[in-house]
Nanobody, 115 residues
């Protein structure tokens, strides 16, 4: 079984920082993009950031300059460094991994930013 386990979500004050991590267990070959989506209450799930196997990154406009996505292929882990957090960043964050023609999802981790 392939599983993605997330950690790092917490409650922080506006302006604070968090680092999310997502580790993939199980054997996966031909791993491609990895990244993060988020879903706020009553909202759709939207892409936050993604990173290719070779390190090319893409961000949604609202987090550019504040969030940084990275990956450690040896550890099968993708990270999301979140700085200068705003209340509008409050959401459940889901990591994903595209591999072997399928998209695998993490269970989600709650990020709450108070004002």
């Amino acid at each position: 079984q392939v599983q993605l386990v997330e950690s790092g979500g917490d409650l922080v004050q506006a302006g604070g920082s968090l680092r999310l991590s997502c580790t993939v267990s199980g054997r996966i070959i031909n791993r491609d993009d990895m990244g993060w989506y988020r879903q706020a209450p009553g909202q759709q799930r939207d892409l936050v950031a993604r990173i290719t196997r070779t390190g090319f990154t893409t961000y949604t406009v609202s987090v550019q300059g504040r969030f940084t996505i990275s990956r450690d292929n040896a550890k099968n882990t993708v990270y999301l460094q979140m700085n200068s957090l705003k209340p509008e960043d409050t959401a459940v964050y889901y990591c994903y991994s595209d591999a072997a023609g399928r998209r695998y999802w993490g269970q989600g981790t709650q990020v709450t930013v108070s004002s």
